[in-house]
């Protein structure tokens, strides 16, 4: 294992059923790494509910409760992760491969690296296989930030102590999150 580091990995979900299982099957894979999967759903009526109950073994959270929307239940998650750093990883998304999250938790292993992100593969939603787009990471600077630029989410990793959760803290949440090695997949 990498370390004593720990990762958490926060999924929201609302009636979800169809891609959920690739997701949770994509989180409990990772290898060489601790991690923790805490999962939000929003009351979901078409199954994944029953679905999340199935897994209810591998994941450290789940919470299924009505929520105020996506930003509302991301903040829920992020409350509740344990890990020292947070990644975010939706629904219909899932990992390249088994040692995502340790070569995540190796940049950490860094004490002076505070958040990383890397490339992101849209794949076909029904051929997970077949490559439709890739985002491509390039080195951070501060003025991407300042121009709008924000990395995907399922790409982005921030230590937990620099997690600041909009709408709680007086930022509405929709305001803060436009200003504030994976596959996603695509119709």
Not at 29 to 37: A, F, T
Not at 125 to 137: C, I
Not at 148 to 165: F, I, K, N, S
């Amino acid at each position: 294992m990498s370390g004593e580091l720990t990762l958490s990995v926060v999924t929201v979900t609302y009636n979800c059923a169809t891609t959920l299982a690739d997701c949770l099957a994509s989180v409990a894979s990772q290898q060489g790494v601790r991690h923790e999967h805490v999962v939000i759903d929003g009351a979901s009526r078409d199954g994944t509910r029953e679905l999340l109950e199935q897994h209810r073994q591998q994941l450290a959270v789940l919470v299924s409760e009505p929520d105020a929307g996506l930003y509302d239940a991301l903040n829920k998650g992020i409350a509740r992760c344990t890990g020292d750093v947070v990644g975010l990883l939706h629904a219909d998304d899932l990992y390249a491969g088994p040692q995502v999250l340790a070569q995540v938790a190796a940049a950490f292993a860094d004490p002076r690296v505070d958040a990383v992100y890397g490339d992101l593969q849209y794949v076909s939603q029904h051929h997970p296989g077949r490559l439709v787009r890739h985002w491509r990471s390039t080195p951070f600077t501060r003025r991407q930030l300042e121009w709008g630029w924000m990395p995907p989410h399922p790409t982005l990793y921030l230590r937990r102590h620099h997690c600041r959760l909009p709408g709680l803290g007086g930022v509405p949440a929709r305001r803060a999150a436009r200003a504030c090695g994976h596959r996603r997949r695509q119709p």
